[in-house]
């Protein structure tokens, strides 16, 4: 009896360093943001994309681009090829990895969250060679109310200097109902700021300019700063916000409206705070990724 249990133990153990010796776990992370074209605003890319390499040393760290026109912009127009999330996963595949976590730079879990979902799952359904033995999605920024007042305490720091001044918050929006997210980070912040301090709004869905400028005018205040609510202060920041020869900007319409109005163009991915918040996200997600 006892001769048979160390034969199947022996047995097992040999069973388990060959299968080892084929496949050895090799473990990566892929970031994935939208992307953006213009070179003064990588900078919020790399600094997260830098900041998870120097907090994981050991795991090679890849980035994919979730915007086909920007991907293709970068390659006409200055040779630069970024993979989808697609392609990126087929190479990991393809260069044996077997652990891959998925980390997407994103603020809110809206439709491009969704997208590099669907391509992960997709992913972890392949069983065999093509697959992985384990592949997970990280969390956006913003995917419940304990991120939102985390979010709101960093806000409040990055902003306390700005005194007597209302700052004007710009993000995306989307018609996805994680645009609700973005009145959650708004109750948030007004219980960390207080009322007035600080106020959202999005460029593509709500609150609108109008949303925004009927909050500010229950308050005294006519001096703002404007800043962007999003990882890159790329096309949306410098023309939708701050282009001061667009009638249509942010800048210009409050202009109009009276107010005093500064630009505060740093993306989000260039806080050091939010770094740290990204990598604490792609921290959560390796632990479960073996
Ligand atoms: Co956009």
Redesign the pocket.
Known sequence: MYKNMLFVLISLFFASSAFAAETPDKKGILLVSFGTSMPEATGAIEALTRATEEAFPDVPVRIAYTSNIIRRKLKREQNISIPTPAEALAALNDEGFTHVAVQPMHIIPGEEYDEVKGVVDAFASIQGKYGFQRLLIGRPFLSNAEDCAVMAGILKRRFEGRTGKTVVLMG?GTPHMANAMYSELQLAISRAAGEGKIVLGT??AGPSFDDVLATLKKARGKRLVLAPFMIVAGD?ANNDLADPDDPESWLSRFKKEGYTVETDLVGLGQYPEIAKLFVNHVAELLKQVR
Do not use: I, L, P
Request: proline fraction near 0%.
């Open positions: 995306h460029v593509e949306h």
